[in-house]
């Protein structure tokens, strides 16, 4: 868990995600959209993935996708889509400097 956190917490916007799951790439794609530059782990290509899929699971987290925004664990993919339907997710975003306006 202590790497999970680690990395979660290394740049303004984190994904952990796999390779395969087109969720997780919707959720980027949306991230994106807003000018930031995510830092993205693959958990299924990750040397640790395993380890790190079940450190997320212990999170309360599904393992994919588990964002970190501002250092925090934000959750996965509906709380991110619910952030941006209420107008949150730009305003979380420049919060944690992964934006500027």
Same mark, same amino acid.
């Given at each position: !868990? %202590?790497?999970? !956190? *680690?990395? &979660? #917490? @290394? ?7 796999? =390779?395969?799951?087109?969720? =997780?790439?919707?959720?980027? #794609?949306? $991230?994106? @959209?807003?000018?930031? /530059?995510? #830092? $993205?782990?693959?958990? %299924?290509?990750?040397?640790?993935? *395993?380890? !790190? ?10 393992? #994919?996708?588990? $964002?970190?925004?501002? *250092? ?7 709380? $991110? !889509?619910?952030?941006?339907?209420? &107008? ?8 944690? /400097?992964?934006?500027?306006?």
């Amino acid at each position: !868990m %202590d790497m999970v !956190m *680690k990395l &979660g #917490t @290394s740049s303004a916007v984190v994904i952990f995600t796999k =390779s395969s799951c087109c969720i =997780s790439y919707s959720i980027e #794609t949306l $991230i994106r @959209s807003f000018g930031a /530059n995510p #830092t $993205i782990y693959e958990l %299924d290509t990750h040397p640790n993935g *395993k380890q !790190m899929e079940k450190a997320l699971k212990e999170l309360g987290c599904q393992p #994919t996708p588990a $964002i970190f925004i501002g *250092k925090e664990l934000v959750g996965g993919a509906n709380e $991110i !889509m619910s952030l941006n339907v209420r &107008g949150k997710l730009k305003q979380l975003l420049i919060r944690a /400097n992964a934006i500027w306006v």
